[in-house]
């Protein structure tokens, strides 16, 4: 664990952590174009998705929190693994995305929350993992290929959003289970 990730907490996802985590998501949802949802959500409306992120099993969602003293236990991000397309034989594989905290970029907090995320998919009966990211996206670009992730195609000017669109690079891993 480096330096900049000693104090930092991982684990699984709990209904206290949904305003947090609602309103990081938020931040990207009003702000950038990480994700294409346009309007932000309520607590209320994100608890379903929270709720289909068990403890366990090939969907999970994994917290990070700080961890010291004095910093009010605040969220510094998360990473989820979710179905991949809702037909039976995607099972096997799962999409995954990492979302920060904006004061927490730069720490070593994505690798450190996809590495836990991976360990914990290694039980399950998960084959691949894609991510989507929309261009440009440096920063995710470099985190993704760094743990293992290989661009496999890019789907040019498929979101709109801010009146412009958006092309979103699609990333693969393969997973042993």
């Known amino acids: 664990m480096s330096a900049d990730t000693a ?8 209904e206290g952590d ?36 068990p403890e ?5 969602l994994l917290v990070a929190r700080d961890a010291v ?3 009010q236990d605040r969220v510094l991000g998360y990473a989820t693994s979710s179905p991949f397309r809702p037909k039976p034989a ?5 999409e995954v995305s990492v979302y920060l905290a904006p004061h927490a970029a730069g720490r070593g907090i994505g690798t450190l929350l996809y590495e836990r995320l991976f360990a914990a998919l290694a ?15 440096e920063p995710s670009v470099r985190l993704h290929s760094r743990l293992g992730f290989r661009h ?26």
């Open 69 to 71: 003293e004095g910093a």
């Open 90 to 94: 995607y099972s096997t594989s799962v």
């Open 123 to 137: 039980t399950e009966d998960v084959h691949r993992a894609y991510a989507g990211i929309a261009l440009p996206n």
């Open 7 to 14: 104090e930092v907490q991982v684990r699984p996802g709990a």
């Open 56 to 60: 366990d099993g090939p969907h999970r």
């Open 18 to 53: 949904l305003a947090s985590l609602t309103e990081l998501y938020n931040h990207y949802v009003r702000e950038t174009a990480i994700t294409f949802d346009t309007v932000p959500f309520t607590a209320e409306q994100r608890l379903p998705w929270l709720r289909s992120h």
């Open 152 to 177: 496999i195609g890019t789907y040019g000017e498929v979101g709109r959003k801010f009146g412009r669109y958006w092309d979103v690079a699609w990333y693969e891993k393969r997973l042993e289970s």
